[in-house]
């Protein structure tokens, strides 16, 4: 994606899932926003003209499906810091899940499990490599964790797709929780 789109999703995403309010605008219960308020106060406070085509664009080139746009609302899928009700239905997951994150991290991991921090739910990738590239926003060669998914919801647990292969849960205790590494790869 050309570094100009880029630089315009990142935007979206602070606005969308973190400060909608620094452009005048507010979120309803489900995160969503009409489109053409959204361009408006997006275009006056960056004066830098967007349109949908634009944003359709980003969406159709990303490998991360970061928005949606349904029935002249814009809304961000996943990563909100400020509350918002879920749009689908909690799922039975796949078997296995993965999260990376940071060595520091991992100490505290290991005994209280994955907790939310100050997101509203944790992220889950449905792969390896999208945990490491995900881990690696922090450092370099993050510690990768493989999520008992199923045997976490067979137990309680809820857990809620996106589109974009990550999976929602308000938390996961360690008990679930194993270090993954090439040399205990399930195949999965």
Known sequence: MAKQLIKISKRLSLALRHHLERLG????AYG??????LLAHYNAHYQQPIDEAIIRQIMAQSDKQRFAIEHGQIRALYGHSVPVQ????????PAVLYHG??????IMIASEGLRKMDRDF???SATVPMAISVGQRREAH??????????????GLLFYPTESHIWLVDHVPAQYLTVWSKNTQTGH
């Open 122 to 124: 944790v992220h889950l």
């Open 32 to 37: 969503r926003v009409a489109l053409d308020q």
């Open 101 to 106: 994150t940071s060595h520091a991290a991992a």
């Open 142 to 155: 993050p510690v990768i964790y493989q999520v008992a998914a199923k045997q976490a919801a067979a137990a």
């Open 25 to 28: 605008l507010q979120l309803d």
């Open 86 to 93: 879920l749009l689908q239905a909690p799922a039975v997951p």
